[in-house]
């Protein structure tokens, strides 16, 4: 090689980028402390943004083309090296590719419950989680904002601060929305749309764009879970007496073999046995103990402390924690049969002691 050959190989004729990764958001042209010739080609593909940065100062943005470089397409960095008077030198610059792409399948989740009101429970605590996707908006403010001097910027690097964002600002969404809790599941779609428009702001002050938020889940506390399950169950049984009659029926068309007669005679004798199973379970009023009630520790009611969901709690505990103060009469009660929360002077007035009497 010889000595004009090594001179002109210093310095840089073609910058471009080929992105082989899913998560590259930005990435500097390894210059090299080589000098890039005037008139170079500089190639920006599609979904592309090539920003020149001079000692520091943000410069020229090119989007999409090939250009060569040269004063006409470079005025902000001919201002800033005082090229007006014309140039046809090697020059440095630090070159950034942005990626322009939407970026998809970021993750977000709450790490807490965030406590709601809702208009059947009164109160509830939710977990969320899903997915988000983002693209860039605003180059300068990113380049500025976010990246820094960071040479190759992946979206591992913001994910977890834009998810706390959208976790930070998801409760303010809620408490805007009155959406049931029962009813979120049937409206997933709907409800990702409304928070993205409502956390979307927040992006833009990085220079990014939030094109879209998937809700994947929204769960309620176990407890509260559970007591929804039993209360299912007990729906879905529906008529105890028609439920065993049924039930009879089927077993003796079973054991009959399957014949027409067969079916009629178990049919039959189902519907006797099941009748009959009936008239037993009925007490006779005349020999029949008087059913007990309830044992008192029985532990199905929630209390409500300090925006938290707590229990099960039986009458015994309950009173212990009136005589403690913790359970006032204006405390929220729930227990599997109501309809939502209630004060508990509504629920377990009976076990607070009579207001001393007026003087």
Known sequence: ????????????????????THDTMVWRF???GNAIKYGAKLIVRESQIAVFVNEGQIA?????????????????LTDLQHWDH????PFKAEV?????????????????????????????????????????????????????????????????QLSNLIVSKLAVILGKDDTPVLDL??????????????????????????????????????????????RTSRAIT????????YQAGEAMGNASGGSTMGDMVGMGAGVAMG??????????????PATPPPPPDIKHYFVSIDGRSEGPFGLDEMRSMIAKGTLTRDTYVWREDLNGWKEAAHVVGGLFPPPPPRQ
Do not use: C
């Open 275 to 288: 009748q009959m199973m009936a008239d037993a379970m009925k007490p006779d009023p005349k020999t029949a």
């Open 238 to 245: 529906g008529d105890l007496d028609a439920n065993l009659k």
């Open 86 to 89: 014309g140039f046809n030198s």
């Open 30 to 32: 390894p210059r090299q």
């Open 1 to 20: 090689m010889g000595l004009f050959d090594w001179i002109f190989g210093q310095f840089i004729d073609v910058i471009d980028w080929t992105d082989d």
């Open 96 to 160: 950034y590719f942005l990626n322009t792409k939407r970026f998809t399948d970021l993750k977000w989740g709450t790490k807490n419950p965030i406590m709601v009101r809702d208009n059947e429970f009164d109160m509830v605590r939710l977990r969320a989680f899903g997915t988000y996707e983002i693209r860039l908006d605003d180059p300068e403010t990113f380049l500025k904002e976010i990246v820094g001097t960071d040479g190759h910027f992946t979206t591992d690097e913001i994910e977890g």
């Open 185 to 230: 599941a049937a409206n997933y779609e709907t409800f990702g749309q409304f928070i993205t428009e409502g956390i979307a702001p927040f992006f833009q002050e990085y220079g990014l764009e939030l094109t879209k938020i998937l809700v994947e889940n929204i769960s309620l506390p176990e407890a509260v879970q559970q007591a929804l399950d039993q």
């Open 60 to 76: 020229d943005v090119l989007t999409p083309g090939t250009y060569e470089l040269e004063t006409n397409n470079l005025p902000i």
